[in-house]
C-alpha cells in the first residue's frame, strides 16, 4: 500500500477493495454495538483551506470512534496563510502527528506535504482529486447494487475533481462509466487517457446527459461551481442549464437505479429537490459512509 492517499491512481484494485469491505466491516460491527478502540493514543491533524462540513466532521467521528484524538486547522490559523514554506510545515506537523488529512487549493500541495512528512498524508480534496469520498460513494454502491463490474455508471455535469475521481475509480474497480460534460469542461485529459489505458470496461465521454443516463445504474451529480470557482458560478447556470439531474432526466433511466450527490446540493441547480429527496437517491446513505470508510482508511494508513 502506497504510504500517503493522494489519489486512486497509486492503489491497485485489490487495495481499494480491501478499504471498502473493511469499512463494511466496520459500519457492521458498530450497528452490533462493537466499540473499536485500535487508534488509542495516536492523533491526526486536519488541514483545511476549503469549507467542510462533512469530511471534516466524518474524519473526526472516524479518528474519536477508533480511540484516537484530532487536531484540526483552518488555513487562517496556521503560518501557511503567512507563506511557511510546504516543506516546513510539513516536517513540524510530522512530529506532532500519525497522520495529516488535508484540504486544499492545487495538488501539488498534497504532493509537496507527501514529500516531506513522515507520516501520512490523506487527501481530503483538492481541485483535481477526492478520493475518499469517491471512496464512501463506492462503498454505498455496493451496499445497494452489489457486484460493481456489471455496472454502468453515469457522471452528469461539470468534469471536476470528483469526476477525476471517479475515471479513476472506474480504471481500478472496472465498472463501465459515461460521463456527460458540456465543451470545455470536461475532466483531466491526462487521467482519462492513462485510466482508460488501464481499464477493462470503457470509460466515454459524450455531450448528452440522455444518453449518459440511458441504461444507467447509478447517476452521479455535483455542484455546478466547484469551491474556488464562486465568481463563475453566474456564467456556469447558463452553460450547465441542461444537464440539470430532474424527473425527465430520471425518467430516461432504469427505475432501479440510484441518484448519487456528494453534498452539498445546490436545489434547483444541477439536482431538483424533488429528485434528491426521492427514495432513488441515496445522498445521505453517502454521506454517513463517509465515516466508516474514514475508519477504515485512518486505521489502514497509520497502523
Ligand atoms: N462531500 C463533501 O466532501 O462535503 P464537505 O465539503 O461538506 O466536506
Ligand atoms: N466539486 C465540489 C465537491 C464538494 C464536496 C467542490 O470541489 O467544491
Redesign the pocket.
Known amino acids: 500500500m502506497a504510504k500517503h492517499l493522494l489519489s486512486l491512481e497509486e492503489f491497485s484494485k485489490e487495495e481499494l477493495h480491501y478499504l471498502v469491505e473493511r469499512a463494511l466491516m466496520l459500519k457492521r460491527e458498530r450497528a452490533k454495538g462493537s466499540v473499536h478502540r485500535q487508534l488509542t493514543g495516536r492523533t491526526i491533524g486536519l488541514i483545511f483551506e476549503?469549507?467542510?462540513?462533512?469530511?471534516?466532521v466524518s474524519f473526526e467521528a472516524a479518528m474519536y470512534g477508533l480511540g484516537g484524538q484530532v487536531i484540526f486547522l483552518s488555513a487562517r490559523d496556521t503560518q501557511l496563510a503567512r507563506s511557511e514554506p510546504l516543506k516546513d510545515m510539513a516536517r513540524v506537523m510530522s512530529r506532532y502527528v500519525d497522520a495529516m488529512v488535508v484540504?486544499t487549493f492545487g495538488q501539488e500541495v498534497v504532493d509537496e506535504l507527501a514529500a516531506y512528512s513522515s507520516v501520512p498524508v490523506i487527501n481530503?480534496?483538492t481541485d483535481l482529486h477526492?478520493p475518499c469520498?469517491i471512496l464512501s460513494d463506492i462503498m454505498t454502491i455496493m451496499e445497494k447494487k452489489g457486484d460493481l463490474e456489471s455496472l454502468k455508471v453515469a457522471w452528469i455535469g461539470d468534469g471536476n475533481n470528483m469526476a477525476n475521481s471517479w475515471i479513476q475509480a472506474a480504471g481500478k474497480f472496472g465498472f463501465e462509466l459515461i460521463l456527460a460534460c458540456p465543451e470545455g469542461y470536461e475532466p483531466d485529459a491526462g487521467i482519462l487517457a492513462r485510466s482508460r489505458a488501464a481499464a477493462v470496461r470503457p470509460i466515454t465521454l459524450i455531450r448528452d446527459p440522455g444518453q449518459a443516463v440511458a441504461g444507467a445504474d447509478v447517476i452521479n451529480v455535483d455542484v455546478w461551481a466547484s469551491?474556488g470557482q464562486e465568481e463563475e458560478q453566474a456564467e456556469r447556470l447558463n452553460i450547465f442549464s441542461s444537464y440539470q439531474v430532474n424527473a425527465a432526466l430520471i425518467a430516461r433511466a432504469p427505475e432501479e437505479s440510484i441518484v448519487l450527490h456528494?453534498?452539498?446540493a445546490h436545489r434547483g441547480e444541477e439536482i431538483t429537490d424533488e429528485v434528491l429527496e426521492s427514495a432513488q437517491c441515496v445522498a445521505f446513505d453517502q454521506?454517513e459512509n463517509?465515516m466508516h470508510i474514514h475508519k477504515a482508511i485512518l486505521e489502514k494508513f497509520i497502523a
Do not use: E, G, I, W
Open positions: 476549503k469549507p467542510s462540513t462533512r469530511t471534516r484540504r481530503a480534496l477526492h469520498q469551491m456528494c453534498l452539498p454521506a463517509k
